[in-house]
C-alpha cells in the first residue's frame, strides 16, 4: 500500500526558509494531488496547500505569499517550501494523499508520520 | 479560529453511544462532503470517515457519520478505550478554495 515520508532539516532560523520533501513508497505519485498539513504542539489541523503531478497548485490563502510547492515524479517525490518563517511556523508537518471522487469531493488518505520542525535561532 | 466548529471535549463510558458534532457553513459543509479523522496520542491523523459516511476499509461499524444541512455529526457506539483520541472534521471550502478543519474533539473514554 502508499506510504508516505516526510523529510528535512528539524531546526529553521527565523527568517529563513523551511523545505520539506515527502516521499512516495508502494505507489506512483502520478495523477494525484498532494498535500501539506501542519499541527502546531497541542493545537488542531491546518492545511497548508496541495499539488497535482501536473505542478498545479492550490494554497491555503494565509500562507499562500510564503509558500512553494513542486513535484518531482521521476523521484516520487513532492516538496514544500515556507519561506520567511517565524516561530508561529513551529509545527508538526504533515504530507498527505489527496483522494477524489467523482463528484469531485475529496479527503486525505494516507498521511505521512509527521516531522517537527522548530523555529528557533 | 477554526473555521468549523467542533466542541473541545467529549467523553463517555465503555459501552456508550457518543457523538461529535461538526458546524460550519454554507460555503463549506453546506455544499461538500465532510470528512473525519482520528488521531491516536502521538499519532498521524488517520482517515475514518469519508464523503460524509462512508468507511475505509478496516474502520470498524462503530463509527458512522452523517450531515444535514450546514452540520455534521460522528457518532461511535459501542465506546472502547482504545477509542481515546482526538477527532477532526474537515471539509472543502468553496469560498477559501481551500481545506478547511474543525477544532478537535478531545474523546476522553471513562
Known amino acids: 500500500q502508499v506510504q508516505l515520508q516526510e523529510s528535512g532539516p528539524g531546526l529553521v532560523k527565523p527568517s529563513e526558509t523551511l523545505s520539506l520533501t515527502c516521499t512516495v513508497s508502494?505507489?506512483?505519485?502520478?495523477?494525484?494531488?498532494w498535500s501539506w498539513i501542519r499541527q502546531p504542539a497541542g493545537k488542531g489541523l491546518e492545511w497548508i496547500g496541495r499539488?497535482?503531478?501536473?505542478?498545479?497548485?492550490n494554497y491555503n490563502p494565509s500562507l499562500k505569499s510564503r509558500v512553494t510547492m513542486s513535484v518531482d515524479t521521476s523521484k516520487n517525490q513532492f516538496s514544500l517550501k515556507l519561506s520567511s518563517v517565524t516561530a508561529a511556523d513551529t509545527a508538526v508537518y504533515y504530507c498527505?494523499?489527496?483522494?477524489?471522487?467523482?463528484?469531485?469531493?475529496?479527503?486525505?488518505?494516507?498521511w505521512g508520520q509527521g516531522t517537527l520542525v522548530t523555529v528557533s535561532s | 479560529q477554526s473555521v468549523l466548529t467542533q466542541p473541545p471535549s467529549a467523553s463517555g463510558t465503555p459501552g456508550q453511544r457518543v457523538t461529535i458534532s461538526c458546524s460550519g457553513s454554507?460555503?463549506?459543509?453546506?455544499?461538500?462532503?465532510v470528512n473525519w479523522y482520528q488521531q491516536l496520542p502521538g499519532t498521524a491523523p488517520k482517515l475514518l470517515i469519508y464523503?460524509?459516511?462512508q468507511r475505509p476499509s478496516g474502520v470498524p461499524d462503530r463509527f458512522s457519520g452523517s450531515k444535514s444541512g450546514t452540520s455534521a455529526s460522528l457518532a461511535i457506539s459501542g465506546l472502547q478505550s482504545e477509542d481515546e483520541a482526538d477527532y477532526y472534521c474537515?471539509?472543502?471550502?468553496?469560498?477559501?478554495?481551500?481545506?478547511?478543519f474543525g477544532g478537535g474533539t478531545k474523546l476522553t473514554v471513562l
Open positions: 498527505a494523499r489527496d483522494l477524489y471522487d467523482s463528484s469531485g469531493y475529496n479527503w486525505f488518505d494516507p
Open positions: 499539488i497535482y503531478t501536473s505542478g498545479s497548485t
Open positions: 464523503s460524509n459516511n
Open positions: 474537515a471539509a472543502w471550502d468553496d469560498s477559501l478554495n481551500g481545506q478547511v
Open positions: 508502494g505507489g506512483s505519485i502520478s495523477s494525484y494531488y
Open positions: 454554507s460555503s463549506n459543509i453546506g455544499s461538500n462532503t
